[in-house]
């Protein structure tokens, strides 16, 4: 059973471009959330999607924004790309039957320059 | 105040010591509590999962909760040097994971 597949794995931008990361959930999994991960800061929650539906915001700037299409699929996508915006950012999905119960992608690591 | 807190260590045991990790949390609401488990360069993997208060073991592993005092603990037993990873206490609720700051852990063989 695959996992959670999480493109690209790393990424370099600019400051001030705009960036889209894409995850794949666990088939048959509806739930997808994405996390933040820096060094400083630890994990932290951006945002939830159920059946194309955001349940739950993180406390981000509106310049984080994400998407569920109908087949459970996920993006995020990152505006006007900040020094700080550097960081891992992991992909998780769930069935919802066990509440947080989450399987988490590998992640892909930005770089802003 | 954070939801959930974590003294971030580095803890560093011998094999076969007990690893004890604890965390508190804020809102005595809260009613599932998980322990994560990663490793460097991978994404956090589920280890240990209850909901509400007791005891759950599992193997080597054993998650404590007490609502009473908010406190939520990971012990280890008999560690491994495949152990060493980094552990993250996080509580699930209205739909996102609130995790501790994580305890990295090194078992010296």
């Known amino acids: 059973k695959a996992g959670v597949t999480q493109t690209p794995r790393y990424l370099i931008k600019t400051r001030g471009q705009q960036v889209t990361l894409s995850c794949s959930p666990i088939?048959?999994?509806?739930?997808v959330s994405w996390y933040q991960q820096t060094p400083g800061q630890g994990l932290q929650f951006l945002f939830e999607?159920?059946?194309?539906?955001?349940?739950n915001k993180g406390n981000f700037p509106g310049r984080f924004s994400g998407r569920q299409f109908s087949n459970s699929r996920s993006e995020m996508n990152v505006s006007t790309l900040e020094l700080g915006d550097s960081a891992l950012y992991l992909c998780a999905s769930s069935s919802g039957w066990t509440l947080g119960g989450y399987t988490f992608g590998s992640g892909t690591r930005l770089t802003v320059v | 105040q954070k939801e959930v807190e974590q003294d971030p260590g580095p803890l560093s045991v011998p094999e076969g010591a007990i690893v004890s990790l604890n965390c508190t949390y804020s809102?005595?609401?809260?009613?599932?509590f998980m322990w994560y488990r990663q490793y460097s360069r991978k994404g956090p993997e589920l280890l240990m999962y209850t909901y509400s208060s007791g005891n759950k073991e599992d193997g080597r592993f054993t998650a404590q909760v007490d609502k009473s005092s908010k406190y939520i603990s990971l012990f280890i037993r008999d560690s491994q040097p495949s152990d060493s990873a980094t552990y993250l206490c996080a509580i699930f609720n209205d739909y996102k994971l609130s995790f501790g700051a994580g305890t990295t852990v090194t078992v010296r063989a």
């Open positions: 809102n005595s609401a809260f009613q599932y």
């Open positions: 088939s048959g999994h509806r739930s």
């Open positions: 999607y159920f059946s194309e539906t955001q349940r």
